[in-house]
């Protein structure tokens, strides 16, 4: 008997060992944003990108390449919403110790925050192609506003700052119909090395509960509820904004960074089976009209469209039938 013990304890010790060494490995800490001048990572391309087909922040990233024509080499990270935790692997870490997507290359410098990636890409804008910038100094200003609030900062703290804040609350369905998709002990890897112990804990809760569950879960109910308030919010201020210039774009005549920047919250929408909560052309008219103008770009079709993932597409329709079949479900998600 006392030998069965031995060899548990020893199993153990080996199994702790193991893990000391391979948390070691993926420790992770926060990254300066922007170009980083003192880093260099080996490339093949003037421009890669690491990115990831449902990340919105990667989206963005690719829609504004996608704008200015400029090539990449492009490597496909997994998040656990898509297969697995490819971004808190040695490898990607050696790129990004912030283990997040996307990162943008520059003759293998990286580039970090999608905000500052198309910021950047937009000072190299190929000769030929229009301006993602307008020259006025006033709209331009303008325009940093509506990127930054259609970016994704700190959604779990500031939820009402920022659409891109927003939107993860929309999202949380979409992530409980893909992740039924993943085994759950690809979702346990992330207890034992993702920085984020939060995630892992949602995507086991998601999986567990399921769609049709929902709206049992008292704090899933009040993101999914609260963000939708807050989605309103911005999109009556979009409106009104596209109202004030009369299109087609944002800010008027030109197509800008800011226009880049809110087609992935409209995406997300889409994807999330949501466009009838937030884009229905009765209520806003003009912010319908304005999403089926970007949807007929061709950086949609080669930077959305192009990506799209099976998993992303299942979730979508699995959302959709589950509002068709369940008036809890449709109450939860639609709020009617
Ligand atoms: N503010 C950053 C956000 C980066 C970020 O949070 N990326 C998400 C996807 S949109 C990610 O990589 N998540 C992976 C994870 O947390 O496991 C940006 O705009 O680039």
């Known amino acids: 008997m006392s030998w069965i013990l031995w060899v548990l304890g020893l199993a153990a010790l080996i199994a702790v060992g193991l893990w000391v060494i391979e948390s070691r490995k993926r420790r992770t800490h926060p990254v300066p944003s922007g170009y ?5 990572f080996p490339h093949e391309q003037e421009f890669e990108l690491y990115h990831n ?3 919105l922040c990667s989206m963005k990233t690719r829609v504004c390449m996608a704008e200015l024509q400029i090539p990449y080499k492009s490597h496909h990270i997994d998040l656990i919403e898509t297969s697995c935790y ?9 790129v990004n110790p ?32 229009s301006s993602l910038v307008p020259k006025d100094q006033g709209l331009r200003a303008e325009m940093e506003e509506w990127i930054e609030l259609s970016s994704l900062t700190n959604p779990l703290e500031e939820p009402g700052k920022s659409a891109g804040n927003s939107i993860p609350g929309q999202t949380l369905p979409l992530f409980c119909t893909m992740i039924e998709k993943i085994p759950i002990v690809r979702i346990f890897e992330g207890f034992l090395f993702h920085f984020d112990k939060l995630r892992p804990f ?8 399921g769609i049709e569950n ?16 807050y989605l309103h919010g911005f999109l009556d201020r979009f409106e009104a904004r596209l109202e004030k210039d009369g299109g087609p774009w944002l800010l008027g005549n030109q197509y800008t960074l800011a226009d880049v920047s809110w087609l992935v919250v409209f995406e997300r929408m889409r994807q999330a089976s949501c466009e009838n909560v937030f884009l229905d052309p009765a209520d806003r008219p003009l912010t319908a009209a304005y999403w089926d103008r970007l949807k007929a770009r061709p950086a949609y079709a080669e930077a959305i469209l192009g990506h799209s993932h099976p ?24 709020g009617a």
């Open 202 to 209: 949602l995507f086991t809760m998601l999986k567990i509960g």
């Open 36 to 40: 980083q001048a003192d880093q260099e």
């Open 53 to 55: 087909a449902l990340s």
């Open 98 to 129: 912030g283990g997040t997507v996307p990162v943008l290359l520059h003759n293998g410098h990286p580039i970090y925050e999608s905000h500052e990636q198309i910021r950047y890409a937009a000072g190299f804008t190929p000769e030929g192609i």
């Open 311 to 334: 998993i992303v597409e299942y979730g979508r329709e699995r959302i959709a039938r589950a509002k068709a079949e369940n008036s809890d479900v449709r109450k939860l998600l639609e």
């Open 86 to 94: 490819e971004n808190i692997r040695p490898d990607f870490l050696k």
């Open 214 to 229: 929902l709206h049992r879960i008292p704090p899933i109910k009040k993101v999914i509820e609260q963000s939708r308030g």
